[in-house]
């Protein structure tokens, strides 16, 4: 039960007929609009003796009989505001005293001064009731607790927590950020497709939903990568997407189903031109945002001045005792892990490819340790079917990923552009799909079309931007950086 669920049947019943009271009087008791003149933080930058007229949601009333002090709300913040019977009238003190709660929108009218207590305060010559709240908000709404409240009813939390909303301003600030950097290095914005007839671009289980209008099946999409190369293939050398993706899996932490992805791919660059260029942005973001390239994490110092890189295929023959290039049976991969100690048999049983055992032992084994920025490169060529093939070795790829504190932050390849081996790759995945790993990548002709007709050399990067702004908003979890997460 959420912490606005409980409110009485007489609290309700009043508010009912406060707002009858307010149409009695003003007619309409939900106004079309108020002449703002300031916003609140506007009004907050005027000098004393200032006339403002501003508009909020009241978040505190406090009436000491000829005088009252209130306080309205607004997403940049709160201003204190005082009315007096003496200077507004008999009538209108009590009728506000009467029928307005908290959680009421009304517009004030008056001028600026500084109270004894050095509070900046609007001393309310003139009022309007803009709209009743018919519910109240929630008793302990400064500083809300209650998580299913604050994740169902983001509203209140936004309303209620200052830190949410430094959260979420944060979060925009870097949708904005990253798109303006982008353009301003030659990248373009495109949209794709959310509906998928095959489910590519990533190793993930998808959603499915039904086309009626054509009768047919389809994805939502689980990475946007195959259309944004074709757009590459059609003369954008520059792209970039920022925009929802869908996997049909657990949830934790640092996973939910419904995400937000950013991704670009540039055409005549390879994977190191990506470090660089990643690098140099998050940097860049870091700087804008927070003001320093060291910030906090859940207690933990992380320093994005540098980053160590990590041989990734180098320490998985390190950590298991053998050349992980040199299996090409996933049972015989599997037992060898076993009879080293890493795991026990039953908790590999599951895991159908080799690219499935490998990344489930990097990742418990390996990646949960990394703490302090690390880019992590040379996988091998069955972790990364859509990436290029190394020039010197072909069992590995040319790519690399960007973690801290354990978890995914970029992931980016030099992109495989061969049709002849992008063919080969395909045929493996729907053989592993085959063998029951139903995260394996769907074989995509409509792509395998486009790279026949030729593709420059690219590369391309996946930022999860939702796991950044957690990282810069120091909060613990995905739902608590997504204005509206999944609740059940």
């Not at 140099?280 to 060291?294: D, F, S, V, W």
């Not at 354990?406 to 063919?423: F, H, K, M, T, W």
């Amino acid at each position: 039960m959420t912490e606005n669920a409980t409110i009485s049947t007489n609290e309700l019943e009043a508010r009912q007929q406060k707002l009858e009271n307010i149409r009695v009087r003003d007619g309409v008791v939900w106004k079309d609009k108020f002449e703002r003149t300031n916003t609140i933080s506007g009004a907050r930058e005027l000098a004393d003796g200032a006339l403002v007229k501003t508009a909020g949601r009241v978040t505190a009333l406090r009436w000491l009989g000829k005088l009252m002090f209130g306080r309205i709300y607004d997403i940049d913040g709160e201003i204190q505001f005082s009315m007096s019977r003496e200077e507004l009238g008999e009538d209108q003190y009590k009728f506000m005293k009467a029928n307005v709660d908290m959680g009421d929108f009304v517009g004030l009218t008056g001028e600026l001064y500084h109270t004894t207590a050095g509070e900046l305060t609007i001393k309310v010559s003139s009022y309007e009731i803009l709209a009743k709240a018919l519910r109240p908000l929630p008793e302990k709404f400064h500083g809300l607790t209650d998580t299913e409240t604050r994740y169902r009813q983001r509203y209140l939390d936004i309303i209620a927590n200052p830190d949410t909303r430094r959260t979420m301003k944060i979060r925009f600030s870097m949708l904005r950020f990253i798109r303006n950097f982008l353009e301003a290095n030659g990248f373009i914005e495109v949209e794709t497709p959310i509906l998928k007839a095959v489910s590519s671009g990533a190793a993930a289980k998808p959603f499915t939903t039904h086309h009626n209008a054509l009768d047919t099946d389809l994805f939502l999409r689980i990475a946007p990568e195959l259309p944004l190369k074709e757009c590459i293939a059609a003369g954008f050398d520059r792209v970039f997407e920022l925009g929802k993706n869908f996997r049909n899996e657990g949830m934790d932490a640092m996973h939910l189903q419904e995400f937000t992805m950013m991704e670009w791919y540039a055409a005549y660059w390879d994977y190191n031109d990506n470090i660089d260029f990643s690098w140099k942005m998050i940097q860049e973001m870091l700087m804008a945002i927070r003001g320093t390239l060291q910030i906090e994490y859940q207690g933990t110092k992380l320093d994005f001045s540098s980053y160590a890189k990590l041989d990734y295929t180098a320490k998985m023959n390190e950590l298991i005792d053998a050349n992980i290039l040199d299996f090409d049976d996933v049972e015989k991969l599997k037992k060898h892990i076993v009879k080293k100690g890493l795991f026990p048999a039953g908790e590999l049983e599951g895991l159908k490819s080799l690219f499935a055992v490998v990344d489930y032992v990097f990742k418990r084994k390996i990646r949960d340790e990394i703490i302090q920025p690390t880019v992590t490169y040379n996988y091998p060529t069955f972790t990364r079917p859509l990436a290029r093939r190394n020039d010197k070795d072909a069992r590995l790829v040319d790519n690399f990923q960007l973690i801290a504190m354990g978890a995914e932050l970029i992931n980016a390849y030099s992109e495989l552009v061969d049709p002849i081996e992008q063919r080969k790759s395909f045929e493996e995945q729907m053989a592993n799909k085959a063998a029951g790993d139903d995260e394996s990548v769907d074989f995509d002709e409509d792509f395998m079309l486009a790279m026949e007709h030729g593709m420059p050399p690219i590369s391309g990067l996946g930022f999860g931007f939702d796991r950044w702004v957690s990282l810069l908003t120091d909060q613990p979890t995905l739902r608590d950086v997504i204005l509206f997460p999944i609740m059940k």
